[in-house]
């Protein structure tokens, strides 16, 4: 049988959770951001409704995870414009590259019943792929034997 001490910490821990699920920061519907180029973003998205992304500079390229779940429309102008439609209430999570020269700007496609972002505006940029430095190796490529593999 707990006593009234156990049952008072029990009965705080439901409190100081409830609070923390009820702070959670939900995204906005239209949002900037700075990406960090070496992390997912995630997007969320209702069936039906458009979700407009701008990037600073010019999209070269998409790849979308699963294009059943997801239709894409890149406009001529402005060429830094990439728009997006969920096509199924049944859609699972995929994923989406948008690849503007050198820069690739990963993001999570999340489907939600209730949270949409209509726009999201990459304002700048930093970061990108971080080495693996425990399994990386530096290769000397050069035609002299007289260099070989060297363990970071």
Do not use: C, W
């Not at 939900?26 to 973003?41: A, E, F, T, W, Y």
């Not at 390229?61 to 890149?74: C, E, L, M, T």
């Amino acid at each position: 049988m707990l006593n009234r001490r156990q049952i008072s910490l029990v009965l705080s821990l439901f409190f100081v959770s409830g609070l923390e699920a009820s702070e959670r920061v939900l995204p906005k519907r239209i949002s900037g951001q700075i990406m960090d180029l070496g992390k997912v973003n995630t997007i969320y998205m209702v069936p039906g409704m458009a979700t407009l992304i701008e990037i600073p500079t010019a999209v070269t390229g998409i790849r979308i995870g699963n294009p059943d779940a997801v239709q894409y429309f890149r406009p001529d102008k402005p060429e830094n414009e990439v728009t997006l439609v969920l096509k199924d209430s049944l859609s699972k999570p995929t994923n989406l590259i948008i690849r503007s020269n050198q820069r690739k700007f990963v993001f999570d496609i999340v489907p939600s019943k209730q949270i949409h972002q209509d726009m999201v505006e990459v304002v700048g940029a930093f970061g990108g792929a971080q080495l693996d430095s425990a399994n990386s190796e530096v290769i000397d490529s050069s035609d002299s034997p007289k260099r070989s593999a060297k363990k970071l």
